[in-house]
C-alpha cells in the first residue's frame, strides 16, 4: 500500500509539473503573437484596425490570467496604450488617460524586473509624451542608458524624449544623453539624425560639433 502510494504521489506530482510547463508555453506562444503584432504596428504608417487592437488586448487578457508575474506581460500592456494613445479620433483627454494607463502596467514591469532597460525605456518614453519631466522622468532616462547604452532600440527613443525635456534636463542627464548620441551614431547614425532634424529643422551635425545637443 505505501509503494502504490507513493507511485501516485509521483504520478500526481508529474502532471502537475506538466500542466505548468503547458501553462508557460501557452503564455510563451501568447506573448510571441502580442510583440509581433505590435511590432508590425509600429513599423506601419497606416494605424491598426480595432479588431487587431481588440485580438491583442483579449491575448493579453489570457497571458497574465496564465502567468501573472510576467513582467513581459505588463510591458506590452504598456506597448497597447501607447498605441491606442496615438489612434485617429482620441482626444487630448483620452490621450492622456491611455499614457497615464500605461504608466500603471509599466510601473509593475519594473517592479518584477528593475534591471530591464526596455522597461525603463518604456516608462521614459511615456512620461515624455505626457510631459511629465520630473524626477521619475530623470531616473528611467538614466536607467534606460546605463542598462541599454549599447541597445539600438533604445538610443533614439532616449534622444527623443531627452531633447522634449531638454530645456529643464539637469547637467548630468544631459551629458549623458551626448554620450548616448555619440554612441548611436557609431550604430545607427540615420536614425539618430533623423530625431535631430524632428526636433530641430536644420540642425547641422558635424565630426565633432552638434548644434542640438550644446
Known sequence: MQGKGI???LVVFLLLVILSAARIGVADLLSGYIRDAIAAWSSSAAPPDESDLVAVSRALDVALRISPGNPNHYEDLAR???VRSGMPGTTVAERADRLRHGLKSIRQAIALRPVSPYSWGILLRLKSELG???AEFNR???????LGPWEPGLQAVVLDAALNAWDVLPKA???MVRENYHRGLKRQ?????DVIFAH???CVVSSGYDECLQ
Open 80 to 82: 497597447l496604450d501607447f
Open 7 to 9: 507511485l501516485w504521489g
Open 189 to 193: 547614425a540615420n536614425a539618430m539624425l
Open 200 to 202: 530641430r529643422n536644420g
Open 140 to 146: 528611467s532616462l538614466e536607467r534606460t542608458v546605463t
Open 132 to 134: 511629465e519631466f520630473d
Open 173 to 175: 542627464e544631459r551629458k
